[in-house]
């Protein structure tokens, strides 16, 4: 349980370092939307417009908030970055955590 807290506190550092404000407009960003718009990143899409379009359920409501929430500067070495902090490595809503790199 500790471990998934602190993949989900890493990967919340990097997004604010890259000034993406996911956790401002969604409830959980551990949720389905959430997970759905993180891979999305983390696979190199940068369409904001592209990325809100994965929001499920009453979140939809807010695909303008999520435009702008999502209009970060996520560089490519962010992206590494994130694949590094586990971001990458959703799946069935579980978190496995990664070693930072050397």
Known sequence: MRDRARTINRLQ?????????LASVVSDIDGVSARLMLEGL???ERDTEQ?????????KEKHAQLVEALSGRLQ???????????????????YRTAEPPD
């Open 51 to 59: 990325l809100a379009s994965l929001a499920k359920g009453r979140l």
């Open 13 to 21: 550092k990097v997004l604010e370092a890259a000034n993406i404000k």
């Open 76 to 94: 490519p070495i962010r992206a590494s970055d994130r694949r590094a902090s586990g971001a990458d490595r959703l799946s069935g809503g579980s």
């Open 42 to 44: 983390v696979a190199g």
